[in-house]
């Protein structure tokens, strides 16, 4: 199989604020197997953690170059050699699901099947992707929530919390989201922006607003 690579740059709507910092834009990479002549896409996302392993996007493109001469010698069908390959690289976990997501999508191709009937799931329980609204004050959330609104069907929103103000700056950002979108449920992802006791806190007082998932 052949495999090549591709950066690319996406600019937010608008920028995004997290516990962590604000960005304006990322950049991506998107991996191409050719096989068989069929293509299989995958993605592959800088990824920061306030503990662990973080990657950029320069690395990304060094480590998927570093993989490929290793990996061009496989068919697409040959999964555990490939897998084996992949572990004993110890690639990032972003670069393995950008491979193992193109495998998955040659495979789809080949045999002409969506991936969600290849693996026997049921299409009408496909979950809705979510709308994030980073951090920002009541006001100013409120409004980027009516600008989606304007823009598409939103289904399910997510929210970004830790704010730099604390808990309570929190408290308001959702109230002030949970007063203009009642019917359009709720999650949140905090980014470990909170100590343990704000997380607990939250949890509890974050239940009672009808948040259906903490991150």
Same mark, same amino acid.
């Given at each position: 199989?052949?495999?090549?690579?591709?950066?690319?740059?996406?600019?937010?709507?608008?920028?995004?604020?997290?516990?962590?910092?604000?960005?304006?834009?990322?950049?991506?990479?998107?991996?191409?197997?050719?096989?068989?002549?069929?293509?299989?896409?995958?993605?592959?996302?800088?990824?920061?953690?306030?503990?662990?392993?973080?990657?950029?996007?320069?690395?990304?493109?060094?480590?998927?170059?570093?993989?490929?001469?290793?990996?061009?010698?496989?068919?697409?069908?040959?999964?555990?050699?490939?897998?084996?390959?992949?572990? #004993?690289?110890?690639?990032?976990?972003?670069?393995?699901?950008?491979?193992?997501?193109?495998?998955?999508?040659?495979?789809?191709?080949?045999?002409?099947?969506?991936?969600?009937?290849?693996?026997?799931?049921?299409?009408?329980?496909?979950?809705?992707?979510?709308?994030?609204?980073?951090?920002?004050?009541?006001?100013?959330?409120? #409004?980027?929530?009516?600008?989606?609104?304007?823009?598409?069907?939103?289904?399910?929103?997510?929210?970004?919390?830790?704010?730099?103000?604390?808990?309570?700056?929190?408290?308001?950002?959702?109230?002030?989201?949970?007063? #203009?979108?009642?019917?359009?449920?709720?999650?949140?992802?905090?980014?470990?922006?909170?100590?343990?006791?704000?997380?607990?806190?939250?949890?509890?007082?974050?239940?009672?607003?009808?948040?259906?998932?903490?991150?």
């Amino acid at each position: 199989m052949r495999l090549t690579i591709q950066p690319f740059t996406v600019h937010k709507r608008f920028p995004l604020t997290i516990s962590r910092g604000t960005t304006a834009k990322n950049t991506n990479l998107l991996l191409k197997i050719e096989a068989d002549s069929i293509e299989g896409w995958g993605e592959a996302s800088p990824f920061s953690v306030i503990k662990g392993t973080s990657i950029n996007s320069e690395q990304l493109q060094q480590g998927l170059r570093n993989i490929i001469p290793s990996l061009e010698a496989y068919h697409p069908l040959q999964r555990q050699a490939i897998e084996t390959v992949l572990l #004993e690289s110890k690639l990032h976990s972003s670069l393995r699901a950008a491979i193992d997501t193109a495998l998955y999508d040659w495979l789809g191709k080949k045999v002409n099947l969506p991936l969600w009937k290849l693996w026997g799931l049921k299409g009408d329980r496909l979950f809705s992707t979510s709308v994030t609204i980073g951090i920002s004050s009541p006001e100013k959330a409120v #409004e980027r929530v009516k600008n989606w609104l304007n823009f598409m069907e939103v289904k399910l929103l997510k929210i970004k919390l830790g704010s730099p103000e604390g808990i309570e700056a929190d408290k308001a950002m959702i109230l002030a989201i949970r007063a #203009e979108t009642p019917h359009i449920p709720l999650t949140v992802d905090a980014n470990g922006g909170w100590t343990l006791k704000e997380a607990i806190e939250m949890s509890d007082w974050l239940d009672k607003q009808n948040v259906k998932y903490l991150e």
